[in-house]
């Protein structure tokens, strides 16, 4: 398995409507919809303190419906899903529920460079990143190699800062 660059974007608009276009626009929704034995890790409010394994729950998944109803149902909700794209240039799709009631939607590409220092993938990125940003309300974006999404949206707005140069 090589490195992969995920990109990530935020937005406000943590609901149902913007949620079916992600999963509509990136995968094949009824191959993803059993999640089988999955169990969804929920980080409990953890902001400014450092995380231990008592401050999360572990839920059955079930269901990608279930999944998306338990992440909606809570604004505090906090949890990520992993799944497989339908596009061949993305490896893995992504949507994360954040302690504060935002959605970071995210994309996973492969990356060929040998080293860290340097993304020559930048190109496919950014182009995915303004699909993010137009497509599905993301108001920030920015991507890096090997990275989990953020628990909220200060921590998004970190990475952010440390990202949003693609020249790097």
């Known amino acids: 398995m090589g490195i992969h660059i995920n990109i990530y974007g935020l937005t406000d608009y943590r609901n149902k409507e913007v949620l ?5 626009a990136f995968t ?3 191959s993803v919809e059993d999640r089988g034995d ?4 929920i980080l409990h409010d953890t902001i400014d303190r450092e995380k231990t394994d008592d401050e999360y729950t572990w ?4 269901t990608l419906t279930k999944a998306i109803e338990t992440g909606l149902a809570d604004p505090a909700t906090c949890f990520t899903l992993y799944f497989s794209s339908n596009q061949p240039e993305i490896e893995q799709v992504m949507i994360s529920f954040s302690l504060d009631g935002k959605l970071i939607l995210g ?5 060929f460079a040998d080293e860290y220092e340097t993304i020559s993938n930048a190109p496919l990125a950014m182009k995915l990143a303004a699909r993010l940003q137009e497509t599905f309300h993301c108001r920030k974006t920015y991507f890096e190699i090997e990275s989990p999404p953020a628990h909220t949206e200060s921590e998004f707005h970190s990475a952010w800062l440390r990202n949003r140069d693609p020249s790097r």
């Open 38 to 41: 999955e169990e969804l890790m």
């Open 28 to 30: 094949d929704r009824s």
């Open 107 to 111: 994309l996973s590409i492969e990356e």
């Open 20 to 24: 079916e276009l992600f999963i509509a």
């Open 59 to 62: 839920l059955k998944a079930e």
